[in-house]
């Protein structure tokens, strides 16, 4: 059993280099393939194997399996073997159909191999694609051709009339076969947009979506006995600017380092380049979100920080933008409604928006803080050309918890570096306001105290220890 299985292996390997020879039109001769049933049915599995390996590695990261494809394989191998019953009958040599069959595929695994490398580098030659896919056909088509001609048995000149013809019957497959059956690939990635951009409404989008959040949630540690804990909570649903991606992710970056939120930290993006790494920014998922640290946290001893970056509109409508969804709007009293409804006595929300001066006089009260981007109606920096919008939450973040573990001095830090950019342009005062409850604010003076060792001596000591760190933390 096993001398035969060796035997086999080697006549494999045997007619994929004679067919690695036939493809590149090297020299080769009849005798140097190994012609059996055996043959036929491994160098089809192979071929099948690559298309498979193929298609999946095209399809993208999330892609279904298309269990209807093999339909195209087998009606494929079943043309091809008709075809090569008729060049048979043409040749009037038996045998010559299997011959032919196990020639093609020894050879169709390299040209398998270049048409999948043509379709990756597709991108390159845009212009010059159907050129090199006209050049692949005829390649094949040459192929088949001097398949015919190695198994022909006639004269020279005889041979390569009927290798002429016999090469374009066996090239009848590649025709005929869409015709039988659809020519899909094994796997089918996700529905992708005009722009070539994900579908955010597509079924495998959605699924992912479920199971991030899902995994997000589970990935939150168990909260510190020792210490009340701070949990963390990112929410940017403008998806038309995907500057906020990268200032989400340096911001959470920083909370974890600056104030010890990680394990206890979690980002809602709506972006597409993110549809399958984050979860989205909208209402339902940020309500679930709270709902599920609530129940994990002491909501009557923790603290939650909520960091809400975007674009917004007047009166503080803040709107999720990921088309072609249409996602619900998140407004101050809408967002009172989810923190009340979560259970948290104690809040810090930041909010950096267009006009987010009304989530300051709503949520206000004396278990909050809550720090706004400007005040009253007035439009923040970065909002209707006046600058970059992630500016105020960077300078909060990356400079204000840069120098401080306090928020009031974060703040102060963050205000003041608005105001001068904004002295620099003309521009009139966004006034950055910040509000915070009786009875939080001495909860608060040190922000650093929580989620780590329980005290300020430990926590002093870490500061010390990370204090290098600071210089890494990018703008």
Known sequence: MS?????????????LGAGLRLALFLPVGRLAFRIDAAQLVLLFALTCAIDVAGDRLQAGPLASLQWLA?????????????????????????????????VVLA?????????????????????????????????IVAILVRTVALVADAPPRRRWMLAGAGGFALALPLVLSPLFVDDMPWFRGVATGAAGTINAASEPVLAAQAQLLDDALADLDD??????????????????DSAWTAHMARVQEIVDERLDTKGRSIVLRNDPGTLLTLPFATVSNLRETLAEIAAAADPDDDIL????????????????TLPPLDLVALTPAGLKSLLDGAGFAWRIVIVAACYPGAYADVLADDHTAVIAASDGDRPSFGCAGRGDPTFFGDALFAQGFARSDSLAAAFDIARARVAARERERGLAASNPVMRVGARIAPRIRHLRRFGGGGNLTASAGRVIARA???ATVRL
């Not at 073997?81 to 069959?101: D, E, P, T, Y």
């Not at 695994?109 to 990756?120: C, K, L, R, S």
């Not at 920080?305 to 999720?320: F, V």
């Open 3 to 15: 001398a035969r299985l060796g035997y086999t292996l080697r006549a494999l390997a045997r007619n």
């Open 70 to 102: 093999a339909g195209k394989e087998l009606a494929g191998i079943a043309l091809l073997g008709a075809c090569a019953l008729l060049v048979q009958a043409m040749l009037r040599r038996a045998g010559a159909g299997l011959a032919i069959v196990v």
């Open 107 to 139: 050879a169709w695994p390299w040209v398998e191999i270049v048409q999948y490398a043509a379709n990756a580098g597709a991108a390159y030659w845009t212009d010059a694609a159907n050129m090199v896919g006209y050049a692949i056909l005829a390649w």
């Open 223 to 240: 909260r510190d006995p020792g210490a009340p804990n701070l949990y963390f909570v990112a929410y940017a649903p403008d998806g038309a």
């Open 305 to 320: 920080m909520l960091y809400i970056g975007a674009t917004g509109g007047r009166r503080g409508r803040i709107d999720g």
């Open 468 to 470: 290098p760190a600071r």
